[in-house]
């Protein structure tokens, strides 16, 4: 069975420790759960025609992966002026990644690398008012993140709007 990922159960898990009597060691943890892969919201991104939009200035949950993803984005800069690509990941990791900056005919204007960290932010790229496309990519291309990440594109200097956790089901509110 695969890498099972990021997934969110519909009732609490129960835990219970054997006693040590039946063989089992209190180190031993056997779990049952229904669990649902979460679903990630920007897919299918594969490519500039299925590109996800985003809205400037919010956090967008997506998932890198599998191994070798390219993930599209587009969005529509209000004005002309300096923009900034911010990255969190919700479980403390990143990857290396290089983002792609393409104008709304697809022409290429502009590319960064950044390094494996759990949050960052581009440097500022200049761009004009209108379409734009973003691409994120591993920049070995053999990495992959199983667990939610976040992106946004803001005006440079400003903060974008921080992503929502939102309780898994039926746990009042329990993260």
Known sequence: MGNPGWVRTSKPIEVVLSPKYSGWTPETVWVEANIEPEVDPAEPNDTMEEA??????????????????????????????EYQVSFLSEVGVGLNATLFFYDAEGKEIGWQYRPSNSAWKSEPIELSAGKHFL???????NN??????????????EEPEMP???PAPNTSGVY
């Open 52 to 81: 996800c939009e985003l809205t400037v200035g919010r956090f967008q949950k997506f998932f890198y992966f599998p191994t070798r993803d390219r993930d599209w984005f587009t969005f529509e800069a209000s004005s002309s002026g």
């Open 135 to 141: 691409r994120y990519e591993s920049r070995y291309g």
């Open 144 to 157: 992959s993140i199983t667990s939610p990440l976040h992106l946004a594109v803001h005006k440079a200097g």
């Open 164 to 166: 929502q956790k939102e």
